[in-house]
């Protein structure tokens, strides 16, 4: 079993200026920090190695009420992720065992909610499983159905995993607002056949007017998922939306990801029927791996991994997914550079309820993607190349 302990551990930070605003439901993203940390891994035999991730510290969907100003919640969040590099070493253990205890000891100001802190702790533990797969010199994929102390975890990965892809189609976002004839070029341009529609989430016909609009630029064979960002007051308000959709337009709605608050009161009865539409997935609810009981026992259908949430998480959750009969799908975080690459490789390794892979910083902060080779989408598809020894 390759197991590693951390020795130390830094963080850099970046502010990623949009090039235009991503309109969500209640919010709007215009900048957002990239968390780059580095760890250097020891191997229980002494060998050394160094391991880089990334997350992305978005104030608007991960924070977004307080009385504290954006600037004030961003550099609570960037002092936490500086203070868990400072509090690192660990004992020797592979990635998920070192990731638990690094969760203990997380800690910050009062009323930090916990999904701001998963992307604090999506960042270290991101770096370690890097350091961990290249301490042994092999892409982590080969890894984790050999070498995880998680044996039942190993099995199902191991039944899993395939050969990596490396090839994936785009799905392309469009936010609250974006002008449809900008939408058009995007999907000629680079012959893309799956969006993701925001939606405002306070008038289902007019939600389900922007969804037929944005859908009749597809033309036959393309497909739809929906995202009210937490817009929806209810499941029963989400259902009369889809119900609101002409009967061709929702025979192309994949999945309706997050249509109500994260904080909402369970509604198991509504939300299942909102799921005889169309599958619900939880994102902005799903914070840790102790919410995937609770969201399974609400009546979601299945949830969206996030990268930026830590490669501990995507792995725990794709696998309570498998095991439960739930939809599992990895989705952006408008993830730019190293994360953005890591999101990539994560979405090219395990077998997803829906291939298509969400890359928006190509829309909206494009030139933070400079060094990334694989952002020409051509045929509606970006190109990875093999992987590397660590997780991209």
């Not at 991730?53 to 004030?72: E, I, K, N, Q, Y």
């Not at 592979?94 to 009062?110: F, T």
């Not at 939306?241 to 509604?267: C, F, H, K, N, T």
Request: charged share 25%; glycine share 8%.
């Amino acid at each position: 079993m390759t197991n590693v302990r951390i020795r130390q551990a830094g963080a850099d930070f970046k502010e990623v200026i949009l090039d235009h605003p991503l309109r969500l439901a209640g919010a709007t993203v215009d900048r957002f920090t990239l968390a780059v940390v580095t760890v250097e891994v020891e191997t229980t035999d002494g060998r050394l190695a160094e391991g880089r991730g990334a997350s992305v510290l978005s104030v608007p969907w991960a924070w977004p009420r307080s009385p504290l100003s954006w600037h004030a919640r961003d550099q609570t969040l960037r002092d936490m992720v500086t203070g868990l590099c400072a509090d690192t070493g660990s004992a020797p253990g592979d990635p998920l065992e070192i990731c638990a205890e690094l969760e203990a000891r997380l800690s910050g100001p009062r009323g930090v909610p916990r999904l701001a802190a998963s992307l604090v702790l999506g960042a270290v533990d991101n770096a370690v499983h890097d350091g961990w797969a290249r301490a042994a010199g092999r892409p982590a994929a080969e890894l984790y159905p050999e070498a995880l102390a998680d044996t039942r975890l190993s099995a199902l990965l191991k039944e899993g995993l395939g050969e990596p892809r490396t090839r994936l189609p785009v799905q392309h976002v469009v936010g609250v607002g974006d002008p449809l004839d900008e939408v058009r070029a995007w999907l000629e341009r680079d012959g893309i056949r799956h969006v993701k529609v925001k939606v405002a989430g306070r008038d289902p016909r007019a939600d389900a007017a922007r969804i037929t609009a944005v859908h009749a630029l597809l033309g036959r064979g393309g497909s739809v998922s929906v995202d009210p960002n937490e817009g929806c007051g209810s499941a029963a308000e989400a259902a009369a939306m889809l119900d609101a959709l002409p009967s061709e337009v929702l025979a192309d709605v994949v999945y309706l990801e997050q249509p109500v608050p994260r904080d909402a009161a369970p509604d198991p009865d509504g939300m299942r029927e909102l799921a005889r539409r169309a599958p619900v997935l939880a994102d902005e609810s799903l914070a840790g791996v102790a919410d995937l009981d609770r969201l399974a026992e609400g009546g979601w259908s299945g949830v969206v991994v996030k990268a930026a949430k830590g490669q501990s998480l995507a792995l725990r959750s794709w696998a309570y997914a498998r095991e439960h009969g739930l939809a599992v799908m990895v989705q952006d975080l408008t993830a730019v550079d190293l994360a953005l690459a890591h999101s990539a490789r994560l979405a090219a390794t395990l077998p997803w309820s829906w291939p298509p892979f969400e890359c928006n910083s190509r829309q909206y902060a494009p030139r933070a993607n400079d060094g990334l080779a694989f952002m020409a989408v051509r045929e509606g598809q970006i190109t990875l190349e093999p992987p590397h020894p660590g997780i991209r």
